[in-house]
């Protein structure tokens, strides 16, 4: 006697997908999509990204038998539909039809996690199978090709989309396509997951809100076989984004356009002094690279994007001084690379006739633009006010001091201070960099004392020493004068906060790798590995503890001395 097994209905996966979702927690789930992250990269990760749906794709004959399938399943059957463009496309390059061949909608019925959290099955609906499409639905049924899990991306950047999409490569993930939905401003990152995934899904998605076409075009290059003249003309180019969004924040483009509310060059060029037919041509660029986006339905408009929010001054987190840094100043020392390359000057001196930094201390309006660009990257900061060596000194009875050296214009020290109202800090920079942190702190201020000096300036008698994005802007032996001047300040139980990025043991891609090349060209500088920072901090007489990652891909070192 021989007994057959039924395949499942379509109630039975979609019910099977419903309780997926309702069962998984985002650490638990990405441990075992990506086996092998652990520990701080698997913290670092579930920061930047949640569990968000399970999704199938379902062919029912008509819209009642799909409504009757969902209540089966215990989904709602209410809400409305969504052309699905992503998985329409790839189901018509799949099995070589027109993307107008296809229907494809999105149902997205609610899901509620451990925590009460709202999650969704996606159901990708191919409605009215007939002809082609009713060879495309069995195939597809048999296969399961657009089952997924996905995570959705919290306060999404190309930085952060970046540095998920590496760590997913980084551990056996492959890209698998993906595309950006203008029906819902949405960009989706597809991978097929390791060979060593333990979840039943094969594939996963990364869903970042907006238009993130530059980093989805990186994406999808890594999937394909390009031509290699493709490859290299895609990076060649890469000085025309510098410049187009270094344009962008110059105009005040971003101030003149809305979220919300479409524009076209017309309507746009009087505000910022701009030739319509020109600014129509930097708009379609930026749409390209997500800065702006083109209004579905109503062509040639353009509104703003949430990176591109990103460019106004008065942005939280704004990134326009950098904009205009990257493509004024530093886009010239870049010219100057192969110059650095064969004589190991910097490109900034060969282009200015000085070092960067005297060269910004005699331009006030410069500096003041660096400064205000060191803000940009500030995220990086968020998890320092709870870094055990910082709750330690706010807990310690008395009070403790933390002196922030070379700190900008308080961005970190204030952070600190802020969170923890027993600390007090001091603030050691150039003279015209303190009176602007005076200004910037404001009520924490009072808590805080300011020098004016140098690096052989380090005031003793502190708690907790920080020096952040300082020791890249040197070489081994200025770095070690540095390092030497900290430790002879330092009272033998303090404690010294290193915050840098890390240059990566192997080929991984990594920001540390690009801005290796930027301190090379600019200040003479570098990044390093952590066994690089461990053999500098040994030769000035301390110790690296250890380390750990921060935002940005940046991380802070912990060193006491020996």
């Given at each position: 006697m021989?007994?057959?097994?039924q395949a499942p209905t379509?109630?039975?996966?979609?019910?099977?997908?419903?309780?997926?979702?309702r069962?998984q927690e985002t650490?638990d789930?990405l441990?075992r999509?990506?086996?092998?992250?652990?520990?701080?990269?698997?913290?670092?990760m579930?920061?930047?990204?949640?569990?968000?749906?399970?999704a199938?794709l379902?062919?029912p004959?008509?819209?009642?038998?799909?409504?009757?399938?969902?209540?089966a399943a215990?989904l709602?059957a209410?809400?409305?539909?969504?052309?699905?463009v992503?998985?329409?496309?790839?189901?018509?390059?799949?099995?070589?039809?027109?993307?107008g061949e296809?229907?494809v909608r999105?149902?997205?019925?609610?899901?509620?996690g451990?925590?009460?959290e709202r999650?969704?099955?996606e159901?990708?609906?191919?409605?009215?199978p007939?002809?082609s499409?009713a060879?495309?639905?069995?195939?597809?049924?048999a296969?399961?090709?657009?089952?997924?899990l996905a995570?959705?991306?919290e306060?999404?950047?190309p930085?952060?989309?970046?540095?998920l999409r590496?760590g997913f490569?980084?551990?056996?993930?492959?890209?698998?396509?993906?595309?950006?939905?203008?029906?819902?401003?949405?960009t989706?990152?597809y991978?097929a997951?390791?060979d060593?995934?333990k979840t039943p899904?094969?594939r996963?998605?990364l869903?970042?809100?907006?238009d993130h076409?530059?980093v989805?075009?990186?994406?999808?290059?890594?999937r394909?076989?390009?031509?290699?003249?493709?490859?290299l003309?895609?990076l060649l180019?890469?000085?025309w984004?510098?410049?187009a969004?270094?344009?962008?924040a110059?105009?005040?483009?971003?101030?003149?356009?809305?979220?919300?509310t479409?524009?076209g060059?017309?309507?746009?060029?009087?505000?910022?002094?701009a030739?319509?037919?020109n600014?129509?041509t930097?708009?379609?660029?930026?749409?390209?690279?997500?800065v702006?986006a083109?209004?579905p339905g109503?062509?040639?408009?353009?509104r703003?994007?949430?990176?591109?929010?990103?460019l106004r001054?008065?942005?939280e987190?704004?990134v326009?001084a950098?904009?205009l840094?990257?493509?004024g100043?530093?886009y010239?020392?870049?010219?100057?690379?192969?110059h650095?390359?064969?004589?190991g000057e910097?490109?900034?001196?060969?282009?200015?006739?000085?070092?960067?930094?005297d060269?910004?201390?005699?331009?006030p309006?410069l500096?003041a633009?660096?400064?205000?660009?060191?803000?940009?990257?500030a995220?990086?900061?968020?998890?320092?006010p709870q870094?055990?060596v910082?709750?330690?000194a706010?807990a310690?009875?008395g009070g403790?001091?933390?002196?922030?050296i070379?700190?900008g214009?308080?961005e970190?020290?204030?952070?600190?201070?802020?969170?923890?109202?027993?600390?007090?800090?001091v603030?050691l920079?150039?003279?015209?960099?303190?009176?602007?942190a005076?200004a910037r702190?404001?009520a924490?201020?009072?808590?805080?004392?300011?020098?004016?000096?140098?690096?052989a300036d380090?005031?003793?008698?502190?708690?907790?020493?920080v020096?952040s994005r300082?020791?890249?802007?040197?070489d081994?032996?200025r770095?070690r004068?540095?390092?030497?001047h900290?430790?002879?300040?330092?009272p033998p139980e303090?404690d010294?906060l290193?915050v840098?990025?890390?240059?990566p043991?192997?080929?991984t891609p990594?920001?540390?790798?690009?801005w290796?090349?930027?301190?090379?060209?600019?200040?003479?500088?570098?990044?390093r590995?952590a066994?690089?920072y461990?053999r500098?901090?040994?030769?000035a007489?301390?110790a690296?503890v250890?380390?750990?990652p921060?935002p940005?891909?940046a991380?802070v070192?912990?060193a006491?001395r020996?």
């Amino acid at each position: 006697m021989t007994t057959t097994t039924q395949a499942p209905t379509d109630v039975d996966r979609l019910r099977a997908a419903a309780d997926f979702v309702r069962e998984q927690e985002t650490p638990d789930l990405l441990a075992r999509v990506l086996p092998g992250l652990d520990g701080p990269e698997l913290r670092a990760m579930t920061e930047r990204c949640r569990f968000a749906h399970a999704a199938l794709l379902v062919s029912p004959p008509d819209e009642r038998t799909l409504r009757a399938e969902l209540t089966a399943a215990g989904l709602s059957a209410d809400g409305g539909a969504r052309p699905s463009v992503v998985v329409r496309d790839r189901l018509a390059a799949r099995h070589g039809l027109g993307a107008g061949e296809l229907d494809v909608r999105i149902l997205r019925p609610a899901v509620y996690g451990p925590g009460g959290e709202r999650r969704a099955v996606e159901v990708f609906v191919l409605t009215d199978p007939a002809g082609s499409a009713a060879a495309v639905a069995a195939e597809e049924r048999a296969a399961d090709r657009e089952a997924h899990l996905a995570f959705d991306v919290e306060r999404p950047d190309p930085l952060v989309l970046r540095g998920l999409r590496a760590g997913f490569l980084r551990h056996g993930a492959a890209p698998d396509g993906g595309g950006y939905n203008p029906h819902e401003d949405g960009t989706v990152f597809y991978f097929a997951a390791p060979d060593e995934t333990k979840t039943p899904y094969r594939r996963v998605e990364l869903y970042a809100r907006g238009d993130h076409r530059d980093v989805l075009a990186e994406h999808l290059v890594g999937r394909r076989a390009s031509h290699p003249a493709e490859t290299l003309l895609r990076l060649l180019t890469g000085a025309w984004t510098t410049q187009a969004l270094a344009a962008c924040a110059e105009l005040r483009l971003p101030e003149a356009m809305s979220p919300s509310t479409a524009r076209g060059a017309e309507a746009l060029a009087p505000v910022v002094g701009a030739r319509p037919e020109n600014l129509a041509t930097l708009l379609r660029y930026l749409a390209m690279v997500g800065v702006v986006a083109e209004e579905p339905g109503a062509r040639g408009t353009f509104r703003l994007t949430e990176a591109g929010l990103l460019l106004r001054e008065d942005a939280e987190g704004s990134v326009r001084a950098l904009a205009l840094m990257y493509g004024g100043p530093f886009y010239e020392s870049f010219a100057r690379l192969a110059h650095t390359v064969r004589t190991g000057e910097p490109g900034f001196e060969d282009r200015y006739g000085e070092n960067h930094f005297d060269h910004f201390a005699r331009d006030p309006e410069l500096a003041a633009r660096f400064d205000r660009s060191m803000t940009a990257s500030a995220p990086m900061f968020d998890p320092l006010p709870q870094h055990p060596v910082v709750t330690a000194a706010a807990a310690a009875p008395g009070g403790r001091t933390v002196v922030d050296i070379a700190g900008g214009t308080g961005e970190l020290l204030g952070r600190l201070l802020t969170a923890h109202p027993a600390l007090r800090g001091v603030l050691l920079e150039r003279a015209h960099v303190v009176e602007a942190a005076r200004a910037r702190l404001g009520a924490v201020a009072e808590r805080c004392a300011f020098r004016t000096g140098d690096f052989a300036d380090v005031p003793p008698d502190g708690d907790v020493y920080v020096l952040s994005r300082v020791l890249h802007d040197w070489d081994d032996e200025r770095c070690r004068e540095i390092l030497r001047h900290c430790a002879s300040a330092m009272p033998p139980e303090a404690d010294l906060l290193i915050v840098e990025r890390l240059l990566p043991v192997d080929p991984t891609p990594s920001l540390a790798t690009a801005w290796d090349l930027h301190m090379m060209c600019n200040t003479g500088g570098r990044e390093r590995t952590a066994a690089a920072y461990a053999r500098l901090l040994a030769d000035a007489g301390l110790a690296l503890v250890g380390h750990s990652p921060l935002p940005l891909e940046a991380h802070v070192l912990h060193a006491r001395r020996r």
